[in-house]
């Protein structure tokens, strides 16, 4: 196993577009986390799911964004209506979580999204 | 609300030097504190976590709930400590989520 992955590693868009970001979680992992990174700043949360559900949204995660773990396996993001404030890295992090504290979360290399 | 603070952007020490990272905490109970890494061109990675009372890669991290601190300390920075650091707290259960600080810069020169 590779690790996380995330497709695109970039996206450029206009401003107003769509666009959808993938992410697979290391395989046997139940836990699967989103994370927005902008300049300067540490990864914020936006949205986790255990298996297909989606347990927390945070308030970051305006109506225009939403995300699905279909199957509990990959998962999308998307972002409708892109605005430029939306330029950041995304990022996805999986766990194998055994409800227990301390569980260690594996990120992937990121989608960087530039929206014009 | 919860927070972490990492008060320096940048730290810039030599070779062998003695290195602290700082990293102070809000958060009304007692949270689960990591450290994570994020070398040049590769992903975020965890470095160490509080409950495991680890020492990676030479560096520890004590717990300091009086303070709210969970500082990271190693004695002898080498080169490739080079990297960016983030302190990071999630709910003492375990189930949720990362609140990560800004993260330090550390860049160990010869």
């Known amino acids: 196993d590779t690790g996380v992955s995330q497709n695109p590693r970039h996206k450029i868009t206009k401003r107003g577009q769509n666009v959808t970001f993938r992410c697979d979680p290391i395989?046997?992992?139940?836990?699967l986390y989103w994370y927005r990174q902008t300049l300067g700043q540490g990864p914020e949360f936006l949205t986790y799911?255990?298996?297909?559900?989606?347990?927390?949204k945070s308030r970051l995660l305006s109506d225009r964004f939403s995300a699905e773990r279909p199957k509990g396996s990959f998962s999308t993001l998307e972002i409708q209506r892109t605005e430029q404030g939306d330029s950041a890295m995304y990022l996805c992090?999986?766990?194998?979580?055994?409800?227990?504290?301390?569980?260690?979360?594996?990120f992937g290399p990121g989608t960087r999204l530039t929206v014009l | 609300a919860q927070r972490v603070t990492q008060p320096e952007k940048l730290l810039s020490v030599f070779k062998g030097a003695p290195v602290e990272l700082k990293c102070n905490y809000s958060?009304?109970?007692?949270?689960?504190l990591f450290w994570y890494v994020q070398y040049s061109r590769q992903r975020l990675q965890l470095l160490l976590r509080?409950?495991s009372r680890e020492s990676i890669k030479g560096f520890t991290a004590d717990l300091n709930k009086g303070e709210t601190s969970f500082h990271l300390k190693k004695p002898f920075a080498q080169e490739e400590d080079s990297a960016m650091y983030y302190c990071?707290?999630?709910?003492?259960?375990?189930?949720?989520?990362?609140?990560f600080g800004k993260g330090t810069m550390l860049l160990v020169s010869p």
């Open positions: 509080h409950i």
């Open positions: 799911f255990q298996n297909e559900a989606q347990l927390e």
């Open positions: 992090a999986s766990s194998l979580t055994r409800d227990r504290p301390g569980d260690t979360q594996y």
């Open positions: 395989s046997e992992h139940n836990r």
């Open positions: 958060y009304s109970g007692s949270p689960e």
């Open positions: 990071a707290l999630s709910p003492p259960s375990g189930y949720s989520t990362l609140t």
